[in-house]
Structure formats: structure tokens, C-alpha cells
Nanobody
Framework: QVQLVESGGGSVQAGGSLRLSCAVSRVTSSCVGWFRQAPGKGREWVAGIYTGGGGPTYADSVKGRFTISRDSAENTVYLQMDNLKYEDTAMYYC??????????????????WGQGTQVTVSS
């Protein structure tokens, strides 16, 4: 079982930045990703990174504005969100997949979930 704890959400004006953190109990060779869900909408995959190596992947809606990264020493994955837009408002969830599966852009890969952190962007 993998435990994930998100932090760093909050309220910000459009154009501002926030950094989300996800403390993960195990990050060896697995996908760790960020999802979001706005009120009345379905869950959307935002970004993913394979901790066994390789580059990050992003949804088109956030490409160029969000950056996912990891700190292996601290077992933490970050989501740096810049140039935030009103439509980025959502509950953001960190998730992890099983070991040795690197299809980090696929929703169904992710099995373990955090409790979420709210991001609110005002226009």
C-alpha cells in the first residue's frame, strides 16, 4: 500500500503561482501524477512522472504553465503551477501507480490516491 499526502493548495489571483507537494511513502519505479476535479466536472489527469526515469508528461490544458518534478531524497513530488487561470480552480489529487508501470499519462495506471488539496483561482 502506498500513502500520499498533498499540501500547498490555496487561493490565488489569476496569473499567480502555487506549488503543490505530494509526500509519497514509496516512489521507486512507479508513476506519480496529479489529477484535478472541478465542481460538476469529471476527474482530469494533469501531469505525471515516472520515478524510474524518463521525462514528465502533461495534459494539453496545462502544458507550458505547470511543471511536475520530484525530490528523491525527500520522497516528494511537486507540481509548480504558474500563470494560473480561473479554470484551474479544482481539487487537486496526487496519485501513484504500481511499480514498473510507466504509462504515466493513462488514468487507469493510478491505484493509490491522496485526500486532495483545494486550489482556487480568482479572476
Amino acid at each position: 500500500q502506498v500513502q500520499l499526502v498533498e499540501s500547498g493548495g490555496g487561493s490565488v489571483q489569476a496569473g499567480g503561482s502555487l506549488r503543490l507537494s505530494c509526500a509519497v511513502s514509496r516512489v521507486t519505479s512507479s508513476c506519480v501524477g496529479w489529477f484535478r476535479q472541478a465542481p460538476g466536472k469529471g476527474r482530469e489527469w494533469v501531469a505525471g512522472i515516472y520515478t524510474g526515469g524518463g521525462g514528465p508528461t502533461y495534459a494539453d490544458s496545462v502544458k507550458g504553465r505547470f511543471t511536475i518534478s520530484r525530490d528523491s531524497a525527500e520522497n516528494t513530488v511537486y507540481l509548480q503551477m504558474d500563470n494560473l487561470k480561473y479554470e484551474d480552480t479544482a481539487m487537486y489529487y496526487c496519485a501513484a501507480g504500481p511499480e514498473y508501470v510507466d504509462r504515466c499519462h493513462q488514468d487507469l495506471v493510478y491505484r493509490y490516491w491522496g485526500q486532495g488539496t483545494q486550489v482556487t483561482v480568482s479572476s
